[in-house]
């Protein structure tokens, strides 16, 4: 299984952006998807997830309300849309896939089947 993030930019204060996360090797609808982040001397930490099959998405208090996860089956690929974005949103975003996890969750230290290198986000006038 692998897993490939792109869309990663340098955008504005309050613009967006739309990441994605396109699984290879693997049914994506069987995996749970988790998008996290590090910031440049900060610990990765968990922004959104959506669970395997009919899971229903999870975010960080952070991005409530301003970021949307969604995933697309035939084109094996897990969006992150991202609103309304803020310089603490600056990061070096992750996606990772975990098998048959319905109820997913935002810790990145869970066993996660596989991990991508990372798209920059950076959020700056």
């Known amino acids: 299984l692998q897993v490939a993030e792109s869309g990663g930019a340098l955008v504005q204060p309050g613009g967006s952006l739309r990441l994605a996360c396109t699984v290879s090797?693997?049914?994506?609808?069987?995996?749970?998807i988790g998008w996290f982040r590090q910031a440049p001397g900060k610990e990765r930490e968990g922004v959104s997830c959506i669970g395997s099959g009919d899971g229903a998405p999870n975010y960080a208090d952070s991005v409530k309300d301003r970021f949307t996860i969604s995933r697309d089956n035939d084109k094996n690929t897990v969006y992150l849309q991202m609103n309304n974005l803020k310089p603490e949103d600056t990061a070096v975003y992750s996606c990772?896939?975990?098998?048959?996890?319905?109820?997913?969750?935002?810790?990145?230290?869970?066993?996660?089947?596989?991990w991508g290198q990372g798209t920059p986000v950076t959020v700056s006038s």
């Open positions: 090797g693997g049914t994506l609808d069987h995996y749970a």
């Open positions: 990772a896939a975990d098998l048959f996890v319905q109820v997913c969750m935002l810790v990145p230290t869970l066993p996660y089947d596989a």
